[in-house]
Structures are given as C-alpha cells and as structure tokens.
C-alpha cells in the first residue's frame, strides 16, 4: 500500500524522461499516458488515506533519521488529489492541439517533472526532501513560462530569480532548524524546536515561501509569467505551482514551528491587503488573462488570512479544512479560468475582453465552465468556494476577527465586479457602446470546450462534499 | 574582544555575503550581473550552511551533505539562468529594429 507513495513521485519522473526521448510528435501520447497513470496513482494515494489512514514509506527499507521517509496525511492527500485531478484535465487540454503548449517544444516533459515536484512536496516527511522537491518544481515551471511567446524569456527569468532566491531562504532556515534540533525529520524537529530558536527560521521560510507563493508586496513577478505563459502552461502554473510553495509553509508551520502570533499576524494583514488589492488591479486588466492572473494574486491572500485564524487553540482543525477548502476551490475554478482564456485566446487570436463580444453564442460549453468557475471564485452559495469561505466565516466570527470577516465581503464584492465584466462581455449579443463587432471564433476541439467546464463543475460540486473533506484533512493530526 | 572562530566566521562571512548579493540582485539592471549575484546569493547560502556545520568539533556532515545538493542545484539554475539571457536576448533583439508593429499590443501589457 505504502508503496504508492514512491510511485506517486516516480511515475511522473519516467513519464518526463519517456517524453524527452520521444520526437514533439510522439510528446503528446506518451505524456497523456503517463499523466493518466499519474492521475490514478493520486487517486489511489487519496482513496488509500481516506480508508487506512496516515500511509507512511521508507525508501529502500531505511527508516528516519538515516533514511528517506514519504508520508501521506489527510492534508497531503486532499493536495495530491487536487494535482492529480487537474493535472490531467490540462493534460487532455494540452493534448487537444499543438498550439496549447506553446512555440518550443519541452511542455509535456516539463510538466510531468512539475507534477513530479509537487508531488516530492506534498508526500516529505524530511525538510530537505521537501527542499529538493521544491527546487524541482521550480525549475520545470520556469522552463513551462520560458516556453511563452514574446516576454516570455524574460517572465521566465524574473520568475527563476524569484523561485531561487525563495529556496535559498528556505533552505537557510532548513539549516537553522536543523542547528537547533540536530534533525531534518519534520515530526522530530518540530518536537525539539524551541520558540527562541525557531522564530528567525520561521521568519526566512515564510518570507521565502510567501515570495514564491506571490504574496503581496511580492507579486510582481507573477502576471506576466501567469498571463503570458502558454495555454496549457497557465493553469499549472496558477492551479497548482503556488500552491508547492503554499503547502510547504502550512506544513511547516503546523508540524515544524512553534506558535508564532506576530508572524501569524503580519502574514494575515499581508493576505488581507492581497486580497483587496489583488481584486482592485484584476479590476483594471482590460485582458483576459491578465485579469485571472491578477485574481491569482487575490486569492492567495485569501489562503494567508488564514494563518492568526490558525493559531487559535480549538479552531486549528477547522482552520485547516477551510484553508484546504480554500485552496482546491481556487486550484480548481483557476484552472477552469485559464483552460477557458487559452481556448478563447486560440479560437479569436485575442484575449481582450472587447474581443471576445458574443463568444458564448458560439462556444457555449465553454462559457459554462467559465460561469461555474466565476460562481466558485466569487463564492456563490454551494460551491466550494463558498464553503471554505464560509468555515472562515465561522471562526473569525467565533473569535471575534472582524477585520477578517471585512476582508472576506470586500474580496467577494471585488471578484464579483472582475470577473462579471469579461462574462458579461461572452455573454452579450453585440456591443452596444463601443465600435466593436461580434467575436469571429475558430472552431474549438472538444477537449477545449469540455475540460474548463469539467474542471469549473467540479470546483462548484465539491461544495457538497465539504464534510467527506473535512473528515481527510483531520486524517493523521490534531 | 569578541572570540572569532573559524565557524562563526564562516557563517557570518555567509550572512554578510547573502545580504549584499541581495541588495545587488534587486537594485542591478544587466541580466548577467543579476544572474551572478543570484549565483552569489546561493554560494552565500551554502556557506552559511557549512559554517553552521563547522561549529561542532567534529564537523557535522549532514549540513555539509546540504550544501553539497546546494551546489548542484546552484550549477543547475544559473545554468538555466544563463540560457534564458540569451533567450531574453533573442527575444527582444528584432524589436528593437524597424518592425515593431505586429507585437507591439504585447510588450504594452507588461508596463
């Protein structure tokens, strides 16, 4: 059973290697089969954990300190399960037409060695495993961004200064804990860390995953690497890339660090002023893309906000399923969004919003996914999105954390308002104010019509299943 | 007088090291002076890694170990780093001459 795990990491590496070796022509087969088997490894690591609880390897036999160990909680499934489900969907994207993965060649090596990455993080039980994977994860995603067309190099560039310059304060603090504690096993170093050692490595490694996770003020770097990567590069990079960075800092933070409320604070005042600035630069896009990737940088305020809610003895584990919640409803709907962007952005040749007049009429399905995405981003009751900012709700009104009840209306008013505008535009026959005509749109193949809807129906059906999520997520702590 | 050994030495030395390349790395302009204080920003790591390992007698190998990966992984992104100048290069050189029509809608958005 615990050999899942070891697969889970692997698969993906063999599947990159066979890519490699194989000319473009053959890239797509082969990467979509190995993505597939990926995707059912996930699912099994997820299946697995719910029925038998935490799974735990050693590689090679060896057990912790001297050996290697890949653990599985509830936490890590909910994020295996989410790489695997939208992973393969922009797989079955990618593989629709050539022109989803970009001008070069490289896409589907390089995003089985991204799944390959995060799925190294999510499944470490030892700091510098999980540094490793990160780096991994890095480096594959800066190689998907370079991939882009004009700017792109340039996007790829400044995001590699930013991803190398994030580890390198991971691995400080990496260094730190282990001068403290003697240990690179997270359990055991976060049983021997003390709060006088471990607050300046808490310190490096949230300011390091925070850059990384493009947490304001240190997102500069993330709209035009989101925005201008390829089709089927933008929704690894927005549904799943942040959130590497994102789980490795929830993670230390439950298991490695003690208690820590002034960096819990600061990194929720940091997350409240992302999500409404966030949403007031996603206002000001005129372009598509632009818009979702600036709505990226909005919604991961929302997954920092909930850090002083953390803290808070006896609401940890509901913190945690929201948080979770709050993350696969924005891995999810975000990937719905820019399968949707890139397949309008290939059919019309334009992703500005006045381009894209009356497309609906045209690509129905595909303005669904696009409205099921908005429903769950925006938080419209029953989707998932909903639910996780709801439990958010719940506990910042428990504890009387008005100023996050606050962030959390205005963020929803600013999604509301960004993302109408280019539905509205689908939406409407022709316009009526300006010197635009109707969208003229290529035909769309199937896989770009249906996987935005699938991905955008799952982000709003996973809102009835928030008590199955929150019964994984409690698996294996608390 | 303050003791110095050759570990907080080293560590300091590290910290120090990490700090300015910082300072540059964020302040420089040219693509190649920001990918070699990039480059010393990870060697300043590194070192600060094997002075944290010096300060046990005898020497601890796990951080040393750490900072051996470090320097793969270092090699290993300015490697990268290195291709994607001249990418940047190749990318914004025809710009730059008498065609700037057909993309200039693209160059705008990043602004």
Redesign the interface.
């Known amino acids: 059973m615990s050999a899942l795990l070891p697969a889970a990491v692997l698969l993906p590496v063999i599947t990159a290697l066979a890519c490699l070796a194989l000319p473009r022509r053959a890239q797509p087969i082969s990467g979509f089969l190995g993505g597939l088997a990926s995707a059912a490894v996930n699912a099994a690591v997820v299946v697995a954990v719910t029925s038998h609880g935490v799974l735990e390897h050693h590689m090679a036999g060896w057990a912790p300190p001297l050996g290697i160990a890949l653990r599985a909680d509830g936490l890590a499934a909910a994020f295996v399960g989410l790489t695997g489900a939208v992973g393969f969907a922009t797989l079955v994207f990618a593989a629709s037409a050539e022109a989803t993965t970009g001008r070069r060649t490289g896409f589907w090596p390089l995003a089985m060695l991204t799944w390959s990455g995060l799925m190294g993080i999510f499944l470490a039980a030892d700091l510098?495993n999980a540094y490793?994977a990160l780096?991994v994860l890095g480096?594959s995603a800066?190689?998907m961004v370079?991939l882009g067309?004009?700017?792109?190099?340039?996007a790829?560039?400044r995001y590699?200064?930013v991803a190398?310059?994030g580890?390198?304060l991971l691995?400080?603090a990496?260094?730190?804990v282990?001068?403290a504690t003697s240990t690179?096993d997270m359990d055991l170093a976060g049983q021997r860390l003390t709060a006088e050692d471990g607050w300046l490595p808490l310190v490096l490694a949230a300011t390091g995953m925070g850059l990384k996770t493009a947490l304001v003020p240190m997102h500069a770097w993330l709209p035009?690497a989101h925005?201008g990567s390829p089709p089927a590069v933008s929704p690894l990079m927005s549904a799943l890339v942040v959130k590497g960075s994102f789980y490795l800092i929830l993670r230390l933070w439950l298991d490695v660090f003690p208690r820590n409320d002034a960096v819990a604070l600061v990194l929720g005042v940091l997350g409240a002023v992302a999500v409404i600035w966030g949403g007031v630069l996603a206002l000001a896009q005129r372009?598509l893309k632009?818009i979702v990737a600036y709505s990226t940088i909005s919604q991961v305020g929302y997954l920092f906000l909930a850090f002083p809610l953390l803290n808070l003895p006896g609401h940890q584990p509901a913190m945690v399923s929201a948080v979770v919640a709050m993350a696969l409803a924005h891995g999810l709907a975000k990937a719905a969004m820019f399968t949707a962007a890139g397949a309008l952005m290939l059919g019309t040749g334009t992703d500005h919003v006045d381009g894209l007049v009356g497309a609906a009429r045209s690509e129905g399905v595909l303005t669904a996914g696009m409205i099921l995405s908005a429903v769950s981003l925006i938080g419209l009751p029953m989707s998932l999105g909903f639910t996780a900012k709801w439990q958010y709700l719940e506990v910042a009104l428990q504890t009387g954390a008005w100023w996050i009840v606050l962030v959390l209306l205005t963020g929803t008013l600013l999604a509301a308002g960004y993302l109408l505008r280019p539905l509205a535009a689908l939406i409407r026959d022709s316009d009526t104010h300006e010197e635009v005509g109707q969208a003229e749109i290529g035909p769309r193949p199937a896989a770009q019509r249906w996987v935005p809807l699938a991905l955008g129906a799952m982000a709003v059906g996973a809102g009835l299943f928030t008590t199955d999520l929150t019964a994984l997520t409690s698996i294996g702590w608390g | 007088m303050i003791e110095l050994s050759v570990a907080s030495l080293t560590l300091w030395t590290g910290a120090l090291l990490t700090g300015l390349a910082l300072v540059r790395l964020l302040t420089v302009e040219d693509l190649i002076a920001r990918l070699i204080a990039l480059n010393l920003t990870g060697g300043g790591t590194l070192l600060i890694l094997v002075g944290l390992a010096a300060r046990t007698e005898p020497v601890d190998p796990v951080p040393q170990a750490l900072a051996l990966t470090g320097i793969v992984i270092t090699v290993a992104f300015t490697g990268v780093g290195l291709i994607l100048v001249r990418a940047v290069d190749d990318d914004e050189r025809p710009s730059r001459s008498a065609d700037g029509r057909a993309h200039g809608h693209d160059e705008e958005a990043n602004a």
């Open positions: 510098f490793v780096e480096l800066v190689g370079a067309g004009r700017g792109a190099p340039r790829a560039l590699l200064i190398v310059v580890s390198m691995l400080t990496i260094g730190l282990y001068a690179l035009p925005a372009r632009r």
